[in-house]
């Protein structure tokens, strides 16, 4: 099926960046939208950001607008969420997910793959 594994989670202080990246493998159908979603502790998992198949739309929730920016590499399979001006509330497991279509969706019942997720944690 498809297999998806996320990296570059860490440790980053309040004002910091890190920089999240999605590996995407086998049947990943030929045009997919894929997003980031988060869970904090306690929390249900929230819309990070998503991003259509060409690259040419995207779509943010208002508390990371402005901060981060998803990036696709259709030729390399991989997706990326640049994070900038790192907030403690950012503090989460970071997944990242794949629907086979062109639109994306803000709703995880969209997305039918999943990867592990990756810890992102901010200091203040």
């Known amino acids: 099926q498809v297999q998806l594994v996320e990296s570059g989670g860490g440790l980053a202080q309040a004002g910091g960046s890190l920089r999240l990246s999605c590996a995407a493998s086998g049947r990943t159908f030929s045009i997919p939208a894929m997003a980031w979603f988060r869970q904090a502790p306690g929390q249900e998992r929230e819309f990070v950001a998503a991003?259509?198949?060409?690259?040419?739309?995207?779509y943010y929730a208002d508390s990371v607008k402005g901060r981060f920016t998803i990036l696709r590499d259709n030729a390399k399979n991989t997706l990326y969420l640049q994070m900038n001006s790192l907030k403690p509330e950012d503090t989460a497991v970071y997944y990242c997910a794949l629907r086979n279509g062109y639109s994306s969706s803000r709703s995880q019942y969209d997305y039918a793959y999943w990867g592990q997720g990756t810890q992102v944690t901010v200091s203040s």
């Open positions: 991003i259509t198949w060409t690259g040419g739309s995207t």
